[in-house]
């Protein structure tokens, strides 16, 4: 008879993500807008509509002792874009999780985390599996494990990668989606630590030369001075979508030099722009990425540059990481897959010097978020995304409420080991 906890069965659910997934080339094209809605046909293989409502697929696991622990598979909302998996399908998902991953799963040993994601993701016909499959159920494996030694997730990854067990909570980060203003007063109001994303999408948002970008980022750091509390000083975060280098150019100089200027028009913040430029391939964003930091850097500004677009998986963060072709990397988790390689992708970051945000998608679910969560505290990552969905407020507080959670109660059993070591030492 078997003593190791095991899985005697599992149970799939559809579900829903908290936005949609877009087709980012169609939008680059300028498609028009009906309401909510997209005008034009699709240009990304995968896409019925422009924009589809994003779908998610539940796994539960039911352990030995009958209780059930959950992980949920999704895409992100550029799915099919910068080198990432094609949009999420739940049939195909359902099928090859079914007659794949659920016999993995069943012979697994959910005592050990690494141990049993290695064995359920091995290869399958010489490829690896979805990487929405292993973001859920690496999701689902690590609450299994979390419940067999009675402890939090993050316990779990500090204990597997011999992390000490963390104290300081992680700056949050907002987006705004395409209700800018009014996110961005939101944010402010509840004193999120880096804001607003913005969603610099399309040629509109950007502006001829960059002007209305820049008229949004000096709006934005005035609003920051005109409604926030005393003291409160964000980071200034913009994800531009490759606009930088479609509008100005695709010299790394050129494209330096307009964050640089851009940074001089805000000053006292620290800017991050994120995906200034997309040259194509990992190959390309390495070589031009490293260039830009470099001239960034020789101008002594307070503006970093972030890598998301071509910087999907651990590989891909690692070949980043080492040869500095960011200041900060994202961890965009379902587009890393198992959540045990973000996990690796955070400490790959810190080893060499660069900042690591733990990131994800809009179109992820309250669990996924929570296990976010519990992956960022334990690797003490530099900042994590607010998420799921758009709406600023529902983000901050499932990210937000579940950190503070999580640091109480380590902090409680910081302070009964504490108890047990002094009577020990008296007894």
């Known amino acids: ?40 046909a699709p240009l990304t293989p995968g896409f019925t509509s422009i924009r589809m409502p994003a779908r998610s697929l539940s796994i539960g696991l039911v352990l030995s002792d009958d209780v059930i622990v959950w992980g949920d598979m999704m895409s992100v909302q550029y799915s099919g874009a910068g080198g990432r998996d094609p949009v ?45 499959i292993e973001y859920g159920v690496s999701q689902a494996l690590l609450g299994a494990v979390a419940h067999v030694a009675r402890t939090t997730p993050a316990e779990v990854i500090c204990s597997e990668f011999s992390l000490p067990l963390p104290e300081r909570p992680i700056p949050i980060y907002a987006q705004s989606g395409d209700s800018r203003e009014l996110n961005v007063d939101k944010m402010v109001l509840k004193s999120v630590d880096v804001l607003p994303h913005g969603l ?49 150019g695709m010299q790394p100089e050129k494209i330096a030099d307009f964050i640089g200027r851009l940074a001089d028009e805000v000053p006292g913040y620290r800017l991050h722009i994120e995906c200034p430029a997309d040259f194509g391939s990992t190959e390309a964003q390495l070589e031009k990425y490293a260039k830009i930091v470099e001239f960034l850097d020789a101008r002594g500004t307070e503006a970093r540059i972030v890598a998301d677009e071509q910087c999907n998986t651990l ?46 998608s809009c179109t992820e679910t309250d669990l996924s978020a929570r296990a976010a969560v519990n992956i960022a505290v334990a690797t003490q990552a530099d900042m994590i995304l607010a998420k799921p969905g758009m709406g600023v407020d529902e983000g901050i507080s499932i990210v937000g409420n579940e950190q503070s959670r999580l640091l109480s109660i380590l902090k409680y059993r910081r302070s009964k080991n504490s108890m047990r070591t002094v009577d020990a030492a008296s007894a």
């Open 1 to 40: 008879m078997r003593n190791s906890p095991n899985v005697k069965d599992v149970i799939l659910a559809p579900g829903n993500g908290s936005f949609f997934y877009d087709d980012q080339a169609a939008i680059r094209t300028g498609a028009a807008h009906d309401g909510f809605l997209y005008v034009g």
């Open 88 to 132: 999420f399908q739940v049939d195909a998902i359902e099928a090859l999780t079914r007659s794949v991953v659920i016999p993995r799963l069943l012979a697994a040993d959910v005592s050990n985390f690494l141990n049993a994601c290695k064995h359920v993701f091995a290869y399958h016909e010489d490829k690896r599996l979805p990487l929405a």
């Open 200 to 248: 610099i999408n399309s040629r509109e948002k950007f502006g001829p030369s960059g002007e209305t970008f820049r008229n949004f980022v000096r709006w934005v750091a005035k609003r920051t001075r005109e409604i926030g509390q005393p003291g409160y000083h964000p980071i200034l975060h913009f994800d531009v979508y490759g606009w930088i280098g479609l509008e100005i």
């Open 315 to 360: 590989e891909d963060i690692q070949l980043f990481a080492k040869a500095k072709a960011a200041h900060l990397i994202q961890i965009k988790m379902p587009d890393v897959g198992s959540i045990a390689d973000s996990a690796r992708a955070v400490l790959i970051c810190k080893e060499n010097g660069i900042g690591a945000y733990v990131g994800g």
